[in-house]
Nanobody, 122 residues
Framework: QVQLVESGGGLVQAGDSLRLSCVAS????????MGWFRQAPGKEREFVAG????????EYGDSVKGRFTISRDNAKSTVYLQMTSLKPEDTAVYYC???????????????WGQGTQVTVSS
């Protein structure tokens, strides 16, 4: 069982930056691909970014390319999401998730955190 705990959300203004963190409980964290997803009220859960467990291959959703950066520190069992040039449409609950290989589909992920709210005001 892997427990994921997100932090770093908050209320910011458009154009600001924010960094989210997700700490995993598993000692085998480095074996998992990690993804960030978000869900706004009334909308489906959306893929934001993902990173492989080795080699650091990354993928991004089209709406965040060039603005968000995913990274990981396996020694700290932590994955980060650096968000820059935030827009009001980035407002959502952000979740981290883990599985054995990288995927952009929420249904493929086994482990989920509880989410952290990001609100971007205009």
């Amino acid at each position: 069982q892997v427990q994921l705990v997100e932090s770093g959300g908050g209320l910011v203004q458009a154009g600001d930056s924010l960094r989210l963190s997700c700490v995993a409980s598993a000692r085998t964290f480095s074996n998992y691909a990690m993804g960030w997803f978000r869900q706004a009220p009334g909308k489906e859960r959306e893929f934001v970014a993902g990173i492989t467990w080795v080699g650091g291959r990354t993928e991004y959703g089209d709406s965040v390319k060039g603005r968000f950066t995913i990274s990981r520190d396996n020694a700290k069992s932590t994955v980060y999401l650096q968000m820059t040039s935030l827009k009001p449409e980035d407002t959502a609950v952000y979740y981290c998730a883990g599985r054995t290989s990288l995927s952009s589909r929420p249904a493929d992920y086994t482990y989920w955190g509880q989410g952290t709210q990001v609100t971007v005001s205009s």
